[in-house]
């Protein structure tokens, strides 16, 4: 059976942000200005000043006002599994392949940059080909291309 759940005429729920807790010492000015210019550089996230508190709170939007990741002083912060992640998708795995380019280049300047590598999951009708970053932050962050084999998609219309 399909989930009822509430009706939401206006449209279906969907997930918004994400929120990780970091010991206060990595949410200082240094290292709030070099995972924005990371997640900015690599991901297209956008700082958002106007909310950050010293050592207390940064926020991230995400490609859109009501998509955000929200990073908050803790103690204890918050501890991860190297694979816990959150996960965006792209449309083309060229745009997959360009995030990965990026990543790559960042590792040149910090090693703590951490990268697994591209890999294809085929499904038959469906390959997703994913590739997992992390920077900065407790989780990784992990990119999906899923290739519809020729299908038409959803958010694409019919070819």
Not at 135 to 156: H, N, S, V
């Amino acid at each position: 059976p399909q989930p009822t759940g509430p009706p939401c005429p206006s449209r279906k729920p969907r997930m918004n942000h994400v929120e990780m807790s970091l010991a206060p010492d990595m949410l200082d000015e240094e290292n709030r200005a070099l995972r924005a210019e990371f997640l900015g550089d690599v991901f297209g996230f956008y700082d958002l000043p106007m909310l950050t508190q010293d050592r207390y709170r940064q926020v991230f939007q995400v490609h859109n006002i009501e998509q955000f990741v929200f990073l908050i002083a803790d103690d204890p912060p918050m501890t991860c599994a190297r694979l816990d992640h959150f996960g965006l998708s792209v449309g083309a795995e060229e745009e997959l392949d360009e995030i990965l380019a990026r990543a790559r280049a960042w590792t040149e300047r910090d090693d703590r940059v951490e990268i697994i590598d591209k890999k294809v999951d085929d499904h038959g009708m469906i390959a997703i080909t994913s590739i997992y970053v992390k920077f900065l932050l407790p989780m990784m962050i992990e990119i999906q291309w899923w290739d519809f084999k020729g299908m038409p998609r959803a958010d694409q219309g019919a070819k």
